[in-house]
Protein backbone atom coordinates (compact mmCIF):
# COMPACT_ATOMS: atom_id res chain seq x y z
CA UNK A 1 0.00 0.00 0.00
CA UNK A 2 0.95 3.51 -0.78
CA UNK A 3 2.14 5.17 2.63
CA UNK A 4 0.33 8.40 4.10
CA UNK A 5 1.40 11.60 2.74
CA UNK A 6 3.94 12.98 5.02
CA UNK A 7 3.12 16.39 6.81
CA UNK A 8 5.76 18.99 5.97
CA UNK A 9 5.92 21.89 9.71
CA UNK A 10 7.71 25.09 9.29
CA UNK A 11 10.25 24.18 11.56
CA UNK A 12 11.85 21.67 9.25
CA UNK A 13 14.84 21.98 7.17
CA UNK A 14 14.09 22.02 3.54
CA UNK A 15 16.16 23.18 0.80
CA UNK A 16 15.17 23.13 -3.29
CA UNK A 17 17.06 21.44 -5.59
CA UNK A 18 19.44 22.04 -7.85
CA UNK A 19 18.02 22.29 -10.88
CA UNK A 20 14.87 24.31 -9.23
CA UNK A 21 12.22 21.66 -10.11
CA UNK A 22 11.42 19.98 -6.44
CA UNK A 23 11.73 20.51 -2.79
CA UNK A 24 13.27 18.57 -0.09
CA UNK A 25 12.65 18.37 3.28
CA UNK A 26 13.58 16.50 6.22
CA UNK A 27 10.71 15.18 8.86
CA UNK A 28 11.07 13.46 11.70
CA UNK A 29 10.64 10.17 10.08
CA UNK A 30 12.63 10.45 6.82
CA UNK A 31 13.42 12.88 3.60
CA UNK A 32 10.38 13.62 1.88
CA UNK A 33 10.18 16.00 -1.75
CA UNK A 34 7.30 17.53 -3.86
CA UNK A 35 6.89 19.14 -6.94
CA UNK A 36 7.50 23.36 -7.16
CA UNK A 37 5.13 23.95 -9.03
CA UNK A 38 2.14 21.70 -6.89
CA UNK A 39 2.90 24.95 -4.12
CA UNK A 40 0.58 26.85 -6.08
CA UNK A 41 -2.05 25.11 -4.58
CA UNK A 42 -1.57 22.21 -1.66
CA UNK A 43 1.91 20.56 -1.94
CA UNK A 44 1.92 17.19 -1.11
CA UNK A 45 5.27 15.36 0.26
CA UNK A 46 6.06 11.88 -0.84
CA UNK A 47 8.99 9.93 1.29
CA UNK A 48 11.75 8.46 -0.76
CA UNK A 49 13.67 5.53 0.55
CA UNK A 50 17.53 6.89 1.81
CA UNK A 51 18.76 3.50 2.96
CA UNK A 52 20.87 2.16 -0.20
CA UNK A 53 21.52 5.82 -0.91
CA UNK A 54 25.50 7.15 -1.05
CA UNK A 55 27.80 9.41 -2.26
CA UNK A 56 31.27 9.64 -3.34
CA UNK A 57 33.39 12.19 -1.64
CA UNK A 58 36.86 13.29 -2.80
CA UNK A 59 38.11 14.32 -0.21
CA UNK A 60 40.79 16.96 -1.13
CA UNK A 61 38.09 18.64 -3.17
CA UNK A 62 35.83 18.63 -0.26
CA UNK A 63 38.77 20.24 1.49
CA UNK A 64 39.28 22.83 -0.80
CA UNK A 65 35.83 23.93 -1.25
CA UNK A 66 35.72 24.36 2.61
CA UNK A 67 38.56 26.37 3.11
CA UNK A 68 36.92 28.57 0.62
CA UNK A 69 33.75 28.66 2.31
CA UNK A 70 35.30 29.07 5.63
CA UNK A 71 37.27 32.21 3.97
CA UNK A 72 33.91 33.93 2.72
CA UNK A 73 31.34 33.04 5.42
CA UNK A 74 34.36 34.96 8.09
CA UNK A 75 33.72 37.49 5.22
CA UNK A 76 30.27 37.70 4.56
CA UNK A 77 29.53 37.25 8.66
CA UNK A 78 32.01 39.07 10.32
CA UNK A 79 30.85 42.33 12.63
CA UNK A 80 33.08 44.67 10.82
CA UNK A 81 32.98 45.11 7.32
CA UNK A 82 36.26 46.16 6.93
CA UNK A 83 37.14 42.61 8.68
CA UNK A 84 39.63 44.64 11.02
CA UNK A 85 41.71 46.54 8.47
CA UNK A 86 43.13 43.15 6.83
CA UNK A 87 43.19 42.88 3.40
CA UNK A 88 41.19 39.76 3.04
CA UNK A 89 41.55 38.38 -0.87
CA UNK A 90 45.49 38.47 0.63
CA UNK A 91 44.45 36.58 3.41
CA UNK A 92 42.43 33.74 1.07
CA UNK A 93 45.97 33.72 -0.89
CA UNK A 94 48.42 33.37 2.14
CA UNK A 95 46.86 30.19 3.77
CA UNK A 96 45.43 29.06 0.61
CA UNK A 97 48.60 26.83 -0.44
CA UNK A 98 48.23 25.29 3.05
CA UNK A 99 45.26 23.15 2.02
CA UNK A 100 46.90 21.15 -1.11
CA UNK A 101 49.44 19.82 2.34
CA UNK A 102 46.25 18.83 4.43
CA UNK A 103 45.94 15.04 4.97
CA UNK A 104 43.42 14.55 7.00
CA UNK A 105 40.39 16.76 8.34
CA UNK A 106 41.89 17.82 11.89
CA UNK A 107 44.71 19.50 9.19
CA UNK A 108 42.03 21.60 7.62
CA UNK A 109 41.27 22.37 11.17
CA UNK A 110 44.69 23.63 11.62
CA UNK A 111 44.54 26.10 8.66
CA UNK A 112 41.36 27.43 9.84
CA UNK A 113 42.94 28.57 12.95
CA UNK A 114 45.94 30.24 11.42
CA UNK A 115 43.43 32.07 9.25
CA UNK A 116 40.63 32.90 11.52
CA UNK A 117 43.26 33.67 13.95
CA UNK A 118 44.83 36.77 11.50
CA UNK A 119 41.52 38.52 12.84
CA UNK A 120 43.04 38.90 16.34
CA UNK A 121 39.18 38.54 17.43
CA UNK A 122 37.96 36.33 20.01
CA UNK A 123 34.79 33.89 20.08
CA UNK A 124 36.25 32.52 16.87
CA UNK A 125 36.07 28.98 17.29
CA UNK A 126 37.21 26.07 15.06
CA UNK A 127 35.70 22.60 15.50
CA UNK A 128 33.66 19.66 14.55
CA UNK A 129 33.23 18.15 11.08
CA UNK A 130 33.77 14.44 9.95
CA UNK A 131 36.76 13.60 11.59
CA UNK A 132 37.99 10.02 11.31
CA UNK A 133 37.31 7.44 14.06
CA UNK A 134 39.19 3.77 13.85
CA UNK A 135 36.60 2.47 15.44
CA UNK A 136 33.08 2.36 13.69
CA UNK A 137 30.39 1.77 16.33
CA UNK A 138 29.75 3.25 19.90
CA UNK A 139 30.61 0.46 21.94
CA UNK A 140 34.15 0.31 20.49
CA UNK A 141 34.55 4.52 20.87
CA UNK A 142 33.70 3.55 24.70
CA UNK A 143 35.27 0.71 25.23
CA UNK A 144 39.11 2.64 26.45
CA UNK A 145 37.30 5.40 28.46
CA UNK A 146 37.91 4.73 32.52
CA UNK A 147 34.78 4.75 34.53
CA UNK A 148 34.87 7.09 37.62
CA UNK A 149 33.58 6.13 41.04
CA UNK A 150 32.44 10.26 42.12
CA UNK A 151 35.82 9.68 45.26
CA UNK A 152 39.45 10.19 45.82
CA UNK A 153 40.92 7.33 46.31
CA UNK A 154 44.69 6.47 47.45
CA UNK A 155 46.68 2.92 47.09
CA UNK A 156 47.38 1.77 50.34
CA UNK A 157 48.79 -2.14 51.29
CA UNK A 158 45.29 -3.69 51.43
CA UNK A 159 43.63 -2.08 48.36
CA UNK A 160 42.48 1.62 47.54
CA UNK A 161 41.24 3.49 50.46
CA UNK A 162 38.67 5.67 49.75
CA UNK A 163 39.89 9.45 50.59
CA UNK A 164 36.42 11.45 49.83
CA UNK A 165 33.35 11.03 48.19
CA UNK A 166 31.79 13.60 46.08
CA UNK A 167 27.77 15.09 46.78
CA UNK A 168 26.01 18.34 45.65
CA UNK A 169 23.44 19.76 47.12
CA UNK A 170 20.91 16.91 48.91
CA UNK A 171 18.00 19.69 48.22
CA UNK A 172 18.87 19.62 44.62
CA UNK A 173 19.89 16.08 43.84
CA UNK A 174 19.12 16.52 40.84
CA UNK A 175 21.33 18.79 37.85
CA UNK A 176 20.37 19.79 35.05
CA UNK A 177 17.69 17.07 34.61
CA UNK A 178 20.47 14.35 35.75
CA UNK A 179 20.88 13.02 38.76
CA UNK A 180 24.26 13.96 40.54
CA UNK A 181 25.73 11.51 42.87
CA UNK A 182 28.72 9.28 43.48
CA UNK A 183 28.20 5.22 42.76
CA UNK A 184 29.90 5.07 46.33
CA UNK A 185 27.54 7.38 47.83
CA UNK A 186 24.85 6.14 50.69
CA UNK A 187 22.48 7.89 48.67
CA UNK A 188 22.74 5.75 45.35
CA UNK A 189 23.80 2.68 47.30
CA UNK A 190 20.43 2.70 49.81
CA UNK A 191 18.03 2.29 46.75
CA UNK A 192 19.37 -0.81 46.16
CA UNK A 193 18.70 -1.92 49.74
CA UNK A 194 22.95 -1.26 50.42
CA UNK A 195 25.01 0.59 53.12
CA UNK A 196 27.03 3.50 51.31
CA UNK A 197 30.94 3.63 51.67
CA UNK A 198 32.53 6.42 53.66
CA UNK A 199 35.67 7.66 53.76
CA UNK A 200 38.25 5.29 55.28
CA UNK A 201 36.73 2.56 53.62
CA UNK A 202 39.22 -0.10 51.39
CA UNK A 203 38.17 -1.19 47.87
CA UNK A 204 40.08 -4.60 47.95
CA UNK A 205 38.50 -6.19 45.09
CA UNK A 206 36.49 -5.42 41.36
CA UNK A 207 34.66 -7.99 39.87
CA UNK A 208 36.66 -10.46 42.13
CA UNK A 209 40.11 -9.68 40.89
CA UNK A 210 42.60 -8.10 43.38
CA UNK A 211 42.51 -3.84 42.48
CA UNK A 212 46.39 -4.35 43.36
CA UNK A 213 46.69 -7.08 41.24
CA UNK A 214 44.89 -5.76 37.82
CA UNK A 215 47.07 -3.82 34.93
CA UNK A 216 46.69 -0.57 35.29
CA UNK A 217 45.39 -0.45 38.84
CA UNK A 218 41.56 0.45 39.52
CA UNK A 219 41.71 2.20 36.12
CA UNK A 220 42.43 -0.93 34.27
CA UNK A 221 39.83 -2.48 36.05
CA UNK A 222 37.33 0.20 35.17
CA UNK A 223 38.01 0.34 31.58
CA UNK A 224 35.16 0.95 29.38
CA UNK A 225 32.80 0.09 32.39
CA UNK A 226 30.65 3.31 32.60
CA UNK A 227 26.98 2.06 32.59
CA UNK A 228 28.17 -1.46 33.62
CA UNK A 229 27.68 -3.00 37.30
CA UNK A 230 30.69 -3.92 38.96
CA UNK A 231 30.82 -5.56 42.00
CA UNK A 232 33.12 -3.67 44.91
CA UNK A 233 34.51 -6.50 47.63
CA UNK A 234 35.34 -3.27 50.54
CA UNK A 235 36.80 -3.53 54.13
CA UNK A 236 34.59 -1.42 55.98
CA UNK A 237 36.65 1.03 58.31
CA UNK A 238 34.10 0.89 61.40
CA UNK A 239 33.95 -2.68 61.23
CA UNK A 240 36.55 -4.60 59.72
CA UNK A 241 34.20 -6.61 58.10
CA UNK A 242 34.39 -7.53 54.23
CA UNK A 243 31.23 -6.84 52.40
CA UNK A 244 30.24 -7.01 48.45
CA UNK A 245 28.75 -4.08 47.18
CA UNK A 246 27.27 -3.57 43.87
CA UNK A 247 27.24 -0.15 42.11
CA UNK A 248 27.47 1.61 38.52
CA UNK A 249 30.55 3.18 37.45
CA UNK A 250 29.76 7.05 35.36
CA UNK A 251 32.14 8.40 32.34
CA UNK A 252 34.53 11.06 33.09
CA UNK A 253 32.33 13.41 32.35
CA UNK A 254 29.81 12.64 34.81
CA UNK A 255 32.52 12.37 37.17
CA UNK A 256 34.10 16.37 36.49
CA UNK A 257 30.11 17.38 36.44
CA UNK A 258 29.76 15.65 40.54
CA UNK A 259 33.03 17.20 41.23
CA UNK A 260 32.21 20.56 39.99
CA UNK A 261 28.81 20.73 41.35
CA UNK A 262 30.39 19.33 44.86
CA UNK A 263 32.69 22.67 44.60
CA UNK A 264 29.53 24.69 43.96
CA UNK A 265 27.37 23.20 46.88
CA UNK A 266 30.68 23.74 49.52
CA UNK A 267 31.22 27.06 48.28
CA UNK A 268 27.72 27.94 48.82
CA UNK A 269 27.99 26.28 52.38
CA UNK A 270 30.99 28.41 53.43
CA UNK A 271 29.90 31.47 51.82
CA UNK A 272 27.26 31.51 54.34
CA UNK A 273 29.33 30.52 57.27
CA UNK A 274 31.50 33.17 56.89
CA UNK A 275 28.55 35.77 56.50
CA UNK A 276 27.15 34.29 60.00
CA UNK A 277 30.88 34.70 61.25
CA UNK A 278 30.55 38.00 60.76
CA UNK A 279 27.07 38.95 61.91
CA UNK A 280 25.18 39.55 58.72
CA UNK A 281 23.08 37.10 56.02
CA UNK A 282 23.94 36.26 52.70
CA UNK A 283 23.02 35.01 49.43
CA UNK A 284 25.25 32.88 46.46
CA UNK A 285 24.57 32.69 43.59
CA UNK A 286 26.76 30.58 40.65
CA UNK A 287 26.37 30.92 37.54
CA UNK A 288 28.28 28.04 35.71
CA UNK A 289 26.49 29.51 32.20
CA UNK A 290 24.28 32.42 31.10
CA UNK A 291 23.09 29.89 28.43
CA UNK A 292 19.26 29.45 28.51
CA UNK A 293 16.76 27.28 31.24
CA UNK A 294 20.15 25.76 32.96
CA UNK A 295 21.54 29.22 33.62
CA UNK A 296 18.34 30.35 34.44
CA UNK A 297 17.61 28.25 37.02
CA UNK A 298 20.28 28.46 39.26
CA UNK A 299 19.63 32.03 38.86
CA UNK A 300 16.36 31.69 40.25
CA UNK A 301 17.35 28.88 42.66
CA UNK A 302 20.18 30.93 44.17
CA UNK A 303 18.09 34.97 43.83
CA UNK A 304 14.47 34.43 45.01
CA UNK A 305 15.46 31.87 48.21
CA UNK A 306 17.91 35.32 49.49
CA UNK A 307 16.29 38.16 47.46
CA UNK A 308 15.80 40.12 51.22
CA UNK A 309 19.60 39.01 52.80
CA UNK A 310 22.19 41.82 53.41
CA UNK A 311 24.01 40.63 50.75
CA UNK A 312 24.73 38.59 47.57
CA UNK A 313 27.52 37.30 45.93
CA UNK A 314 26.94 36.48 42.49
CA UNK A 315 29.60 34.48 41.02
CA UNK A 316 30.52 34.13 37.41
CA UNK A 317 33.78 32.72 37.84
CA UNK A 318 34.56 29.35 34.86
CA UNK A 319 31.63 30.90 33.44
CA UNK A 320 31.34 30.15 29.66
CA UNK A 321 28.74 32.71 28.60
CA UNK A 322 25.27 32.18 26.84
CA UNK A 323 22.64 34.95 26.85
CA UNK A 324 20.71 35.92 29.73
CA UNK A 325 22.44 39.19 30.84
CA UNK A 326 19.66 41.79 30.17
CA UNK A 327 17.40 39.52 32.29
CA UNK A 328 19.90 39.21 35.44
CA UNK A 329 20.36 42.82 35.50
CA UNK A 330 16.87 43.87 34.76
CA UNK A 331 16.27 41.57 38.19
CA UNK A 332 18.88 43.38 39.79
CA UNK A 333 17.62 46.42 38.65
CA UNK A 334 14.49 46.36 40.81
CA UNK A 335 13.61 49.15 43.00
CA UNK A 336 11.90 49.07 46.55
CA UNK A 337 9.86 52.29 46.05
CA UNK A 338 7.29 51.74 49.17
CA UNK A 339 7.09 49.23 52.33
CA UNK A 340 3.70 47.32 53.52
CA UNK A 341 2.79 45.05 56.42
CA UNK A 342 -0.53 44.02 58.15
CA UNK A 343 -1.21 43.30 61.33
CA UNK A 344 -0.34 39.20 60.71
CA UNK A 345 1.74 39.30 57.64
CA UNK A 346 5.10 40.70 57.23
CA UNK A 347 8.60 39.76 55.75
CA UNK A 348 9.21 37.94 58.54
CA UNK A 349 6.29 35.22 58.17
CA UNK A 350 5.87 34.93 54.41
CA UNK A 351 4.51 38.39 53.44
CA UNK A 352 6.55 40.55 50.35
CA UNK A 353 7.23 43.41 52.45
CA UNK A 354 7.43 46.08 49.66
CA UNK A 355 7.30 47.00 46.34
CA UNK A 356 8.63 46.13 43.64
CA UNK A 357 8.41 42.69 44.81
CA UNK A 358 11.54 40.74 44.90
CA UNK A 359 13.44 44.27 44.97
CA UNK A 360 16.67 43.44 45.97
CA UNK A 361 17.96 46.19 48.81
CA UNK A 362 21.43 44.77 50.20
CA UNK A 363 24.36 44.86 48.44
CA UNK A 364 26.39 42.74 46.06
CA UNK A 365 30.00 41.41 45.23
CA UNK A 366 30.66 39.60 41.83
CA UNK A 367 33.22 37.18 41.99
CA UNK A 368 35.20 36.66 38.33
CA UNK A 369 38.40 35.42 37.30
CA UNK A 370 40.25 34.40 33.77
CA UNK A 371 38.30 31.69 33.08
CA UNK A 372 35.07 33.77 33.05
CA UNK A 373 33.94 34.51 29.30
CA UNK A 374 31.64 35.95 26.95
CA UNK A 375 28.25 36.98 28.47
CA UNK A 376 29.69 36.04 32.06
CA UNK A 377 32.03 39.31 30.93
CA UNK A 378 28.71 41.40 29.38
CA UNK A 379 26.95 40.70 32.92
CA UNK A 380 30.00 41.67 34.59
CA UNK A 381 30.45 45.07 32.63
CA UNK A 382 26.94 45.58 32.94
CA UNK A 383 27.38 45.15 36.58
CA UNK A 384 29.93 47.89 37.30
CA UNK A 385 28.48 50.15 34.45
CA UNK A 386 25.01 50.41 35.89
CA UNK A 387 26.83 50.51 39.70
CA UNK A 388 25.18 47.51 40.96
CA UNK A 389 27.69 45.68 42.23
CA UNK A 390 31.74 45.68 43.35
CA UNK A 391 33.80 43.36 41.11
CA UNK A 392 36.48 41.31 42.74
CA UNK A 393 39.12 38.24 41.20
CA UNK A 394 40.86 38.47 38.32
CA UNK A 395 40.98 39.89 34.94
CA UNK A 396 38.14 37.87 32.21
CA UNK A 397 38.84 36.21 29.20
CA UNK A 398 38.33 39.30 26.80
CA UNK A 399 35.18 38.18 24.31
CA UNK A 400 33.23 41.15 23.74
CA UNK A 401 31.99 41.01 20.85
CA UNK A 402 29.47 38.09 20.30
CA UNK A 403 28.38 35.38 17.94
CA UNK A 404 25.38 32.71 16.60
CA UNK A 405 27.87 29.98 15.48
CA UNK A 406 25.38 29.71 12.54
CA UNK A 407 28.15 29.97 9.28
CA UNK A 408 28.30 25.79 9.23
CA UNK A 409 30.15 24.34 6.78
CA UNK A 410 29.31 21.20 4.65
CA UNK A 411 30.46 18.62 6.73
CA UNK A 412 28.86 20.22 9.72
CA UNK A 413 31.93 22.12 11.41
CA UNK A 414 32.98 25.28 12.20
CA UNK A 415 35.68 26.97 10.08
CA UNK A 416 36.23 29.87 12.12
CA UNK A 417 32.87 30.94 14.22
CA UNK A 418 32.31 34.54 12.50
CA UNK A 419 31.98 37.12 15.81
CA UNK A 420 28.72 38.51 14.41
CA UNK A 421 27.33 41.05 16.24
CA UNK A 422 29.18 44.43 17.65
CA UNK A 423 28.54 45.59 21.16
CA UNK A 424 28.79 49.30 21.93
CA UNK A 425 28.27 51.61 24.75
CA UNK A 426 28.86 55.35 25.25
CA UNK A 427 31.31 55.02 27.95
CA UNK A 428 33.94 52.16 26.34
CA UNK A 429 32.82 52.36 22.72
CA UNK A 430 32.89 49.08 20.14
CA UNK A 431 33.84 45.76 22.14
CA UNK A 432 32.70 47.34 25.32
CA UNK A 433 36.19 47.98 26.69
CA UNK A 434 36.29 44.07 26.77
CA UNK A 435 37.20 42.22 23.60
CA UNK A 436 40.65 41.35 23.56
CA UNK A 437 41.37 43.45 27.16
CA UNK A 438 38.61 41.84 29.57
CA UNK A 439 36.86 43.27 32.46
CA UNK A 440 39.13 44.40 35.27
CA UNK A 441 37.97 43.75 38.67
CA UNK A 442 37.42 46.69 41.51
CA UNK A 443 39.75 44.70 43.71
CA UNK A 444 42.11 42.22 42.38
CA UNK A 445 42.49 38.71 44.37
CA UNK A 446 44.08 35.83 42.90
CA UNK A 447 43.09 32.29 44.44
CA UNK A 448 46.52 30.08 44.76
CA UNK A 449 46.33 27.23 43.03
CA UNK A 450 47.59 24.83 45.99
CA UNK A 451 45.45 26.74 48.44
CA UNK A 452 42.71 26.69 46.20
CA UNK A 453 43.39 22.43 45.94
CA UNK A 454 42.89 22.78 50.00
CA UNK A 455 39.86 24.22 49.72
CA UNK A 456 40.57 27.75 50.33
CA UNK A 457 38.87 30.32 48.07
CA UNK A 458 40.37 33.83 49.24
CA UNK A 459 37.89 35.33 46.49
CA UNK A 460 35.26 34.53 47.91
CA UNK A 461 36.99 35.43 51.81
CA UNK A 462 37.51 38.84 50.09
CA UNK A 463 34.02 39.51 48.70
CA UNK A 464 32.16 38.92 52.02
CA UNK A 465 34.98 41.40 53.71
CA UNK A 466 33.87 43.54 51.54
CA UNK A 467 30.12 43.04 51.99
CA UNK A 468 30.55 43.52 55.44
CA UNK A 469 32.28 46.91 55.36
CA UNK A 470 29.17 47.87 52.81
CA UNK A 471 27.10 46.94 54.72
CA UNK A 472 28.76 48.70 58.08
CA UNK A 473 28.95 51.72 56.32
CA UNK A 474 25.58 51.65 54.57
CA UNK A 475 23.91 55.19 55.84
CA UNK A 476 20.06 54.62 53.78
Not at 77 to 89: A, C, P, R, S, V
Not at 203 to 216: D, M, R, S
Not at 279 to 289: A, C, E, M, P, T
Not at 354 to 381: C, P, Y
Request: hydrophobic fraction near 35%.
Amino acid sequence: PTPPPTPVHANHDCSISSDYTSIYCETFSGFSFAPVDSFSGSPTFEEFDTEDMFTIVHPRLEWMNMYGDSWRMLRDYFYDKNMHGLDWESIYEKYLPLVDRVNVREELDDVFKQMAGELSALHVFVYGGEYRSVFSDQVMKTINKVAKLGANLKTMDRGMEVQKIYEGDPDFPVHDHTATYSPLSHVTLSRSGQIGIVPGDIITHINGEHVLAIPGGLSGALRGMAGRSVKLSVEKVETGENVDVITVPITGAADDDLRYTHWEYQTTVKAKQLATEKNFKVGYIHLRSMSGAKAENAFARGFFGDYDKQGMIIDVRNNHGGNIDSWILDALQRKAWMYWESRNSDITNGGLGWDEQFAFRGKIVVLMNEHTASDGEGFSRGMKTLNLGTLVGTRTWGGGIWLSSDNRLVDGGLGGSAPEVGTYNDEWGWGLGVENMGVEPDVVVDNDPHAAYRGEDAQLEKGIEILKEMIESDTD
